[in-house]
Structure formats: C-alpha cells, structure tokens
C-alpha cells in the first residue's frame, strides 16, 4: 500500500525567519521544551473550552494531559522523543496553515522589521506566534501527527527538517491530539533522557496547569500556589514554597497573596526575606521576581516589573494578560507591564503600610535591613520619592523609638512650618550636638540622620506634605523668639563686651582661614561652640560623603559660632586679659574646634587630638599643683 505525500516550498523568506528563529533569538536550546508543552498546553485548553458546550468529541473521556517519552532506538541511530497531548488536534489543512507558513502573511513585514538598525528581533517576533520552531535548534526532523477531535476527522502528519520545504501525507491515528516525534541531532542527545526532560520541565513547565508525564511519572507540581484562594493556602504552605524557591531557610518577614483582574490580570504571591543579603546556599542571588504567563515561566529573573528600590522582593508572578516575544525572555507592550508593575508596587506599598500599623516591632526590623534600599531609591529614582517617603524612619529629639514623618508632623508645635534635622555621626553623638540648644530651649522636635545615605540624599529631601526640610546647621535658620525673662537672665550671664571681642580675636588669629567668620551665637545654651554652614555653601551635605569615601576629601571652612554664656568661654576670655601668653588659650581653642568638627562628623583623623589633650591635662595638673 502507497501512501500519498505532498510536498510544498517554504516561501524564500520563511526559510530566512526558521534560520533566525533556530541560530539568533533563543539563548538556551532547553527553551524548546517550553514552547512545545506550552502549545500542547494551549491545545488541551482549546479542547477544555469545546467540551463544556459540546460532547460530541473523539474519545471525549480521555485524560487532558501532555505525555512524553524517550523510545528505545539501536545502536548508531538517532535519538529521539516523542511529545503527545490529547488536545484539540489540527486536521491536514490545519496542520498545512498552523505548522507550513509560519505567519504567512506577516513574514516579510517582520523581517523588514528586524533588518532595521535599531530594532531588536526579541520586540517585535512575538506577534507572529512561531515558537514551535524552536524545535529546530535541536532536531534534524520533527514529525507532527495529528487528528482533530471532530470524529469524522482523518488524521495527518506533517514533516520537516527545517530546511526550504516540508512534507504532508495521511498517517494512522486512532486517538485525538497532536504527536511530535522529535529526531534529535548528534549534538543535542542530551535530551534524550528521562531525567533532563525533567529537569527542564521543573524549571519552565512546573504550573502547567494539565499533567505532565514523562514516562510513567508525572513530572510537574501542576497547581500553583499563586492560583490558588488565600484562604486555601497555610502558613506551612508558604514556608515551605519560600524555602523550595530561595532554599532560604529562615523564614520571610512579610507573605504577599494576591489576585487581581483589573487594571490588568495578575496572580502573585511575594516575599520580603528576613535579610537583605541572601545566604551562602541561597538558590536566588540576583534580583527579581518570577515572571508567569499561563502558569509557564517566562523569566526566572524579571527585573521590569518593580523599581530598583524594591529589588529585595522574591517571589512570584504570574499574568495571562502578556503578550510575549517567540522566545518568552522579553515582553512587548510596554503599557501592560507597566500596569502589571504598578498594580504590583501599589499592593506591596499598601501591605507594609499594613504592617506598619499593626506590628511596629515587625516593621522597624524591615527598616533596620531594608530602609537603605528605599534611601537608595530617592538618590536614584527622582519620581520615588511620593511612595518611599511616608515608609522613612528616623531617631529623633523627642520620640523613645523610631518615628515616622507623619507622625513628626502630628507633633509639630504651633506655628512650626518646617521639619527640622540634624546630620552627624551617629545617635549618640547627634544628641548632643550644639545644634539642638536653641531647639531644645523651644521644644521644637528634631530628626537625627545619621546613616551615610541621609547626607547623600539630603540634597533631593526637599519637602513632605508641603512641609520643607531644613538642616539645623544653617546659620540663618530663623526660630522663635525665647520669653523676655529667658532672655534677660542670658543678658546678665553674657561675657563682657570687651573681653568677648578679645577672645573672638585670638580665634580668628589661631585658627585663620580654617574658618569662615568668628562671631557670637544667638541661639547657643549649653554648648560653647558650633560650627554652621554660611548661605553660599555648596555640597555641604556632600562633605560627610566625601569623608566616608576618602575621596579627596577637605574640611569645609565653615562659621564659628561662640557662646558668651558659656562658663569655658568666660574663663578664656579671663586667661586672655590676665595672661595673654598662655599656651593653653590658642590649644583650647584649637580642642573647640577640633571638638565641634566631630560632633559634626567631620574631622578627617580625630586621633589627631590625643597629643593635645594629654598636654591640656598636663597644664591643668600643674596648675592644680601650684594651687
């Protein structure tokens, strides 16, 4: 018995595109396996649909599933695989339209598009729906055997070896769907065994949502956690996906479960990890989320979905709503991802916002490790700082712990119209900076910024709910005025005139053009010196930066404001009228100095100052003695 063949040409340019497709736009041959159980996949899916208005189907009780095997061959021949499913199945003049023209009328539109300059083939290839020919880059020939699920259907096969024509002839199927016997080239044997097949379709393949068999097992999990209810899943369900994933094994600090259909379908479940750096055997050390579509990984590292700033989230995403390029690595239409990217960002902003205000304690050990990423986002990313800001926390004069700018705001004093902060060091130091007299004399409130990254962003910290920001060292920084009596009591306290001016003297001569100007302080209390920053300064911010870096770094030469209240001040002046000559006036102006350049957080080397202290010491003892 003869069996029929008919033989067709590619067009000219469809042989041009099947040697794109197989040698230029996919960067890992496993990619194949995807394609073709995701079209067997689409196939079963098509059928689903059929069946729920028509049962009058080919073999209407078989399973929905994709089988696929690896047959035994001899000796020196060719390995192979065969890929079935029991889906909807093409009939011949289907199997000649689906699998013969490969986007017939598009071809030449699309390779004028990606012989222009600037166009990348992985944006626009995806609109002609050519994934299955990624076989090639693995096989000599594909055999495609199919019937359709109408019972009057006769079956056909298709055959090729992606060369300039391909083959049709009737073939002898009993049952419905699609059959791919896959003869693989000499270089490519390695997927012709049970356990790579496998390994493939756990990376790519695993939420497919219809069986997976490869052999007699079945190889994909099949049910998704992300598709499934919230309620439907236990604490205990998302560890263990946590730890299978990241094979992190301390567990998340905050679980995100959410499905949405508007203003684009997306199904998702994320993770915020307990540190920001991952562990030693973490499986996932770069960052991004898992990009789905239709439970099929498209990127295992998608970086287009969330800002840079929210780079320590891990999880899953999953959206039928994508349209996706022939190699599933990119996506086209920039609108739907920036929808899916939005939805996204928003749902996770409002769970920390969540989180926030019902477990503070959970939240400021987010701050503590992830609060940098969020700073980060404000010297990088000019448009984030409308979401980063309301999640800032900061040490402050007033508050026991942590503290938010909202809640900074609420206990702004009457009349207040700006937020107050001061930049140094640390904590501990910041609290008794010179800086904070005139604010703890009014009760005013100030933040402290003392992680590096305050003083990189300051400059872009320009307001928050129409309030400004405003650095407690600038010297023309008005405040109230203090109750008559306050002041009064200062008057009577004050240093002379006379004395006062010498002292001022001796520090302009001592300490030269390391400073700007010496002049008294309107608004110091308990400290006998500080450093401001004149009006024209530039970068100031910048300087503690520079310092960190050791980046040819300079002390800035800044305003000394002296105190005249002060009981140090008072003695110095004294010691200048009494014994002008004194070695301890100009070291102890030099310590003043020194001492306010700490404080400040910006003295290059304070090592420095220990000879000079022991010999202040030292003048003190002897003249404690000769007392």
């Known amino acids: 018995m003869t069996v029929q063949t008919d033989s067709y040409n590619f067009k000219a340019e469809i042989k041009q595109l099947l040697q794109i497709l197989v040698h230029s736009l996919y960067k890992d041959r496993d990619i194949f396996l995807r394609e073709l159980i995701s079209n067997a996949s689409d196939a079963l899916t098509r059928l689903h649909f059929e ?18 095997d690896v ?26 339209h689906n699998l013969g023209t490969i986007a017939q009328s598009g071809a030449r539109e699309f390779l004028s598009k990606i012989g222009a300059e600037e166009m990348d083939p992985s944006d626009v290839i995806g609109q002609f ?19 359709s699920y109408q019972k009057d259907a006769e079956a056909a096969a298709w055959i090729s070896d992606g060369s300039e024509s391909f083959h049709v002839e009737a073939a ?3 049952d419905r769907g699609t059959e791919l016997h896959i003869t693989l080239k000499k270089d490519a044997e390695e997927f012709a065994t049970e356990w790579k097949l496998r390994q493939i379709i756990k990376k790519h393949s695993d939420f497919v949502r219809f069986p997976v068999y490869v052999g007699e097992e079945q190889a994909n999990q099949q049910e998704s956690l992300w598709r499934k209810r919230p309620s439907d899943v236990t604490d205990d369900d998302y560890k263990n996906f946590y730890r299978q994933m990241t094979m992190e094994f301390e567990e998340p600090l905050l679980t995100i479960h959410f499905a949405a259909d508007v203003p684009v379908n997306v199904r998702a479940v994320l993770f915020i990890p307990a540190k920001r750096e991952p562990g030693i055997l973490a499986a996932r050390k770069d960052p991004g989320v898992m990009l789905y579509s239709h439970n099929v990984l498209i990127q295992e590292y998608c970086t287009d979905l969330l800002p840079n700033w929210l780079g320590f989230i891990d999880g899953v995403v999953d959206s039928e709503d994508l349209p996706l390029n022939v190699s599933r690595e990119s996506v086209q239409n920039n609108r739907i991802m ?22 503070a304690e959970k939240y400021e050990a987010f701050w503590q490790e992830f609060g940098r990423a969020f700073k980060e986002g404000v010297a990088t990313d000019p448009t984030a700082k409308e979401d980063v800001l309301p ?7 007033k508050a026991d712990g942590l503290t938010s700018l ?23 130091s910041v609290a008794h900076s010179p800086h904070l007299d005139p604010f703890k004399a009014r009760d005013l409130e100030v933040l402290y910024w003392v992680d590096p990254l305050d003083s990189l962003i300051a400059p872009a910290m320009l307001e928050y709910k129409e309030k400004p920001f405003k650095n407690i060292d600038d010297a023309g920084l008005e405040l109230p005025e203090l109750e008559e009596e306050e002041k009064e009591e200062d008057e009577e306290t004050a240093v002379p005139e006379k004395d006062f001016n010498l002292f001022v003297g001796r520090c302009v001569t001592t300490l030269g053009e390391r400073v700007v100007e010496v002049r008294a302080s309107k608004v110091l209390k308990d400290s006998p010196v500080r450093l401001v920053s004149p009006k024209d300064a530039q970068n100031r911010e910048m300087h503690r930066i520079y310092r960190y870096l050791d980046q040819n770094y300079e002390v800035p030469k800044k305003i000394l404001e002296v105190n005249r209240h002060h009981p140090l001040i008072a003695s110095l002046a004294r010691l200048i009228n009494e014994e002008p000559d004194s070695p301890v006036i100009n070291m102890s102006i030099e310590q003043l100095y020194d001492s306010a350049l700490v404080q400040e957080g910006l003295h290059p080397n304070p090592v420095q100052m220990l000879p000079r202290i022991q010999e202040l010491m030292m003048l003190a003892a002897q003249s404690m003695k000769r007392e």
């Open 51 to 68: 069946m729920l208005t028509n049962r009058d189907v080919l073999d209407a009780d078989a399973e929905l599933a994709i089988h696929i």
């Open 71 to 96: 047959p035994e061959v001899e000796e020196g021949e060719a390995k192979k695989i065969i890929i079935k499913d029991s889906g909807i199945g093409m009939t011949r003049d289907e199997l000649i």
């Open 129 to 147: 729906g050519v994934g299955f020919y990624s076989v090639f880059m693995v096989a000599d020939e594909v055999r495609v055997v199919s019937r």
């Open 172 to 174: 002898d199927k009993a």
């Open 338 to 359: 920036a929808n899916l990217g939005s939805t996204i960002r928003k749902r996770i902003l409002r769970e920390l916002n969540k989180l926030a205000e019902e477990d």
């Open 391 to 397: 999640f800032f926390r900061y040490y402050s004069s």
């Open 406 to 428: 909202d809640e900074y705001i609420g206990r702004m004093a009457e009349g207040q119209d700006a937020i107050y902060y001061v930049l140094g060091e640390d904590r501990r």
